[in-house]
């Protein structure tokens, strides 16, 4: 990677953790679906982490096919970053209890809801705008 790369990677992702939160599209079948989400940012493990519903549809969409797109978007300091990633679902209880904040509990009452999932996104590919 080139001193430019490494530059742009860790401005995209200085921007995505100040933006905070992401549009996540999703394939369902033929249809794109996007849903705002509350992102937590691990730059140094290269994963976008979202708490999500089992008993939404998200989950069946992302196993079926796993590319998504996530958008980031502050209109108003005009700072945007898309990226294309792969997602995996799971039941990971310890990263559930270690993400669950405040935002978290506009969906759920605890982290110990059983229906709460780690959706975990490994970005492929990102452009930003600033």
Same mark, same amino acid.
């Given at each position: ?12 992702? *200085?921007?995505?953790? &100040? ?11 033929? &249809? $794109? ?5 509350? #992102? =937590? ?7 976008? =982490? ?10 069946? !969409?992302? #196993?079926?096919?796993?590319? %998504?797109?996530? @958008?980031?978007?502050? #209109?108003?300091?005009? &700072? =945007? %970053? @898309?990226?294309?990633?792969?997602? +995996? +679902?799971?039941?990971?209880? #310890? &990263?559930?209890? !270690? ?12 982290? *110990? ?5 780690? $959706? ?7 452009? =930003?705008?600033?």
């Amino acid at each position: 990677m080139t001193n430019d790369n490494a530059r742009d990677a860790e401005r995209a992702w *200085e921007l995505m953790q &100040k933006i905070g939160f992401a549009m996540l599209v999703t394939r369902d079948g033929d &249809k $794109l679906r996007a849903r705002p989400m509350s #992102a =937590y940012l691990e730059p140094d493990n290269n994963a976008i =982490y979202f708490l999500t519903d089992a008993r939404r549809h998200k989950d069946d !969409e992302i #196993a079926r096919d796993p590319g %998504v797109n996530l @958008s980031f978007a502050d #209109a108003s300091a005009q &700072k =945007y %970053v @898309s990226l294309t990633g792969t997602a +995996v +679902v799971s039941n990971d209880r #310890a &990263k559930i209890k !270690e993400l669950f904040s405040t935002p978290a509990k506009a969906w759920w009452d605890s982290a *110990e809801d059983p229906n709460i999932r780690v $959706l975990k996104i490994t970005p492929d590919d990102a452009e =930003y705008w600033d």
